[in-house]
Antibody, heavy 120, light 113 residues
Framework: QVQLQQSGPGLVRPSQTLSLTCAIS??????????WTWIRQSPSRGLEWLGRTYYRSKWYNDYAVSVKGRITINPDTTKNQLFLQLNSVTPEDTAVYYC??????????WGQGTMVTVSS | DIVMTQSPDSLTVSLGERATINCKSS????????????LAWYQQKPGQPPKLLIYWASTRESGVPDRFSGSGSGTDFTLTINSLQAEDVAVYYCQQYSSIPFTFGPGTNVDIK
C-alpha cells in the first residue's frame, strides 16, 4: 500500500530555510493520476494547504498565495521523494507539516507529520 | 479563496446516538461539467494526521464504517455519524478541492456525553 515517510529538522532559525523530505513507497512521484501535496497545521491557522506538484506529461506546481514567493515543492524522481523548501521563515511558520497524496480529488494518504519550530 | 465554515464548533453526543456536523462553502463546489461536489471530510485524532472519510461529498473511503455518511450539494454539506462509538471521538474537518488553494474548515470537535 502507499506510504509516506517524512523527515527533516524540527527546529529552524528565523530567516533561514525550512527543508522537509517525503519518501514515497507504493506509488510513483511521477504518477499520472496523483498529485503530491504539502499541508501544515497550527493552532492559529488550522489546516493550511501550501501547494502541490504533479506530472501530466510535464511537471506542474500550484502554490498558496500565502506562501508564494517563499515556497518550492520539487520531486526527486530518482529517489521517489518529494521536497518542501520554505524560505525566510518566521515564527508564524511554526506548525506541523504534512505531505499527502491527492488521487481522485481528496487527500487519501498522509505522512506522519513533522513538527517544525521556528525559533532562535 | 473559498472560505469553509463548520458548525457547531464542538458536539457532545451519547454513545449510540447520532452526530451531525455542518459545513458551508463561500462559493459552490459543484462542478457543472461532471455534476460532482468537490468536498471531502476528514477525521483527526490527537497526534495523528487527518484521515479521509468521505470524498465527492458522499462517497465513503474504503474501510470507513458505514455509520459515517455525507450529504449535500453546492454550498451546504453534512457529515452524519450514526450510532456514535467511543473510537469516533475526534476533530472532523471538511475541505473543498474545487479551486486552488484547497481550503479546510476550522474543525468540529466530537466528544462523548
Amino acid at each position: 500500500q502507499v506510504q509516506l515517510q517524512q523527515s527533516g529538522p524540527g527546529l529552524v532559525r528565523p530567516s533561514q530555510t525550512l527543508s522537509l523530505t517525503c519518501a514515497i513507497s507504493g506509488d510513483s512521484v511521477s504518477s499520472n493520476t496523483a498529485a503530491w501535496t504539502w499541508i501544515r497545521q497550527s493552532p492559529s491557522r488550522g489546516l493550511e494547504w501550501l501547494g502541490r506538484t504533479y506530472y501530466r506529461s510535464k511537471w506542474y506546481n500550484d502554490y498558496a498565495v500565502s506562501v508564494k514567493g517563499r515556497i518550492t515543492i520539487n520531486p526527486d524522481t530518482t529517489k521517489n521523494q518529494l521536497f518542501l523548501q520554505l524560505n525566510s521563515v518566521t515564527p508564524e511558520d511554526t506548525a506541523v507539516y504534512y505531505c499527502a497524496r491527492q488521487a481522485g480529488g481528496a487527500l487519501g494518504i498522509w505522512g506522519q507529520g513533522t513538527m517544525v519550530t521556528v525559533s532562535s | 479563496d473559498i472560505v469553509m465554515t463548520q458548525s457547531p464548533d464542538s458536539l457532545t453526543v451519547s454513545l449510540g446516538e447520532r452526530a451531525t456536523i455542518n459545513c458551508k462553502s463561500s462559493q459552490s463546489v459543484l462542478s457543472t461539467s461532471n455534476n460532482k461536489n468537490y468536498l471531502a471530510w476528514y477525521q483527526q485524532k490527537p497526534g495523528q494526521p487527518p484521515k479521509l472519510l468521505i470524498y465527492w461529498a458522499s462517497t465513503r473511503e474504503s474501510g470507513v464504517p458505514d455509520r459515517f455518511s455525507g450529504s449535500g450539494s453546492g454550498t451546504d454539506f453534512t457529515l452524519t455519524i450514526n450510532s456514535l462509538q467511543a473510537e469516533d471521538v475526534a476533530v472532523y474537518y471538511c475541505q473543498q478541492y474545487s479551486s486552488i488553494p484547497f481550503t479546510f474548515g476550522p474543525g468540529t470537535n466530537v466528544d462523548i456525553k
